[in-house]
């Protein structure tokens, strides 16, 4: 049967009306969907820009019931995204009779009344064939992301594949296709045959939408969002640190210099008046007594070196001309003056 044209006869039901009509087919080849008995799925279906404005329907051939998008039951939702290019069938708490075949029909109010967009059998197992960790991953510009696909070993010599709904473009394992904006590589996971891994490095915001692992005709879809890259928050946390305290640390350092400056003036001052002192003592240490031209020249050694000591008496003494005292003469050698020697105690 070709994958893009062919014919199927068959009942949909529309309002009131059965139509009996020739339905051409523009979507994929079959896919069969192994679903978790109890679980859910949501199943995307691309149309064509120019159908934006035709009604969109979700046909079950089980029941030949047709549910029109922006409807919600208990267990379905058929949402229109005009905005994408496509509609969202989402069915939940799957089960046993739910098994069967499905499709995504758009109304083209032209010679043939109905377009298939996509076809697919849904298959409920307690262990499906083929299963996704998470059937939504989300990512940065520029980053990556990974997805981790599931398949029973009855597929182990399937071909595995990431492939993008929109687009029908298709990786295999092994495989890096680096000509597009961002790399994908595909590879088995060293689990005895249970699982494979899909890595896509260099996200660019385009890359946002539905995708699927396959492991041959089963397959999961999964849904990719890449939203702008985040701000580099370390350094803008970092800038922002320094705004706030370098002036702080700068005052800080500012502050503990002049506080070494005060303290190395304050230690250097005792010794500075240490020395004074000891430069005043030593100054008053002898003191030259001189008398009248005319009288004779009289030296006394006083020794003040603790001059307002209370514990000392101070004693007065009167030097005179004594008998006896050491004449110091001229070369010529003539008396000039008499040394008198004396010595002041404490009585």
């Given at each position: 049967?070709?994958?893009?044209?062919?014919?199927?006869?068959?009942?949909?039901?529309?309002?009131?009306?059965?139509?009996?009509?020739?339905?051409?087919?523009?979507?994929?080849?079959?896919?069969?969907?192994?679903?978790?008995?109890?679980?859910?799925?949501?199943?995307?279906?691309?149309?064509?820009?120019?159908?934006?404005?035709?009604?969109?329907?979700?046909?079950?051939?089980?029941?030949?019931?047709?549910?029109?998008?922006?409807?919600?039951?208990?267990?379905?939702?058929?949402?229109?995204?005009?905005?994408?290019?496509?509609?969202?069938?989402?069915?939940?708490?799957?089960?046993?009779?739910?098994?069967?075949h499905y499709y995504c029909v758009v109304e083209t109010g032209e010679q043939s009344p109905i377009n298939i967009i996509y076809e697919t059998q849904l298959k409920i197992q307690s262990a499906p064939d083929v299963s996704v960790v998470s059937s939504s991953v989300s990512g940065h510009e520029g980053g990556d992301i990974s997805v981790k696909c599931l398949y029973?070993?009855?597929?182990?010599?399937?071909?595995?594949?990431?492939?993008?709904?929109?687009?029908?473009?298709?990786?295999?394992?092994?495989?890096?296709?680096?000509?597009?904006?961002?790399?994908?590589?595909?590879?088995?996971?060293?689990?005895?045959?249970?699982?494979?891994?899909?890595?896509?490095?260099?996200?660019?915001?385009?890359?946002?939408?539905?995708?699927?692992?396959?492991?041959?005709e089963t397959l999961n879809p999964v849904h990719l969002t890449v939203t702008e890259a985040e701000p580099d928050t370390v350094s803008d946390k970092v800038n922002e640190l320094l705004n706030v305290w370098l002036p702080a640390l700068a005052a800080l350092l500012l502050l503990l210099i002049l506080v070494g400056v005060f303290t190395w003036r304050l230690r250097q001052r005792p010794k500075q008046e240490k020395h004074q002192i000891r430069g005043r003592n030593g100054s008053r240490a002898t003191d030259m007594i001189y008398s009248k031209p005319e009288d004779p020249v009289i030296y006394s050694t006083i020794n003040d070196e603790i001059p307002h000591d209370p514990n000392k008496d101070i004693t007065y003494s009167t030097i005179d001309n004594v008998p006896g005292s050491e004449v110091m003469k001229s070369s010529a050698g003539g008396a000039i003056y008499s040394i008198i020697y004396s010595t002041v105690g404490p009585h």
């Open positions: 049967m070709d994958a893009y044209a062919k014919t199927k006869i068959f009942y949909i039901s529309i309002g009131v009306w059965l139509i009996l009509g020739v339905v051409s087919y523009s979507g994929w080849s079959k896919h069969v969907l192994t679903i978790l008995t109890g679980g859910s799925v949501t199943i995307p279906c691309h149309y064509d820009k120019k159908c934006t404005q035709q009604k969109k329907y979700w046909f079950s051939e089980i029941d030949e019931s047709n549910t029109y998008t922006n409807k919600t039951e208990e267990n379905l939702s058929v949402i229109d995204h005009p905005d994408q290019s496509l509609f969202t069938v989402t069915m939940r708490n799957l089960q046993d009779k739910h098994n069967g029973s070993s009855g597929y182990q010599i399937k071909l595995k594949q990431w492939c993008r709904y929109k687009d029908q473009s298709c990786y295999t394992v092994g495989r890096t296709d680096t000509s597009q904006n961002s790399s994908v590589q595909i590879s088995d996971d060293d689990d005895g045959g249970r699982s494979f891994t899909v890595l896509m490095t260099g996200l660019r915001l385009t890359d946002s939408g539905w995708y699927f692992c396959s492991a041959g």
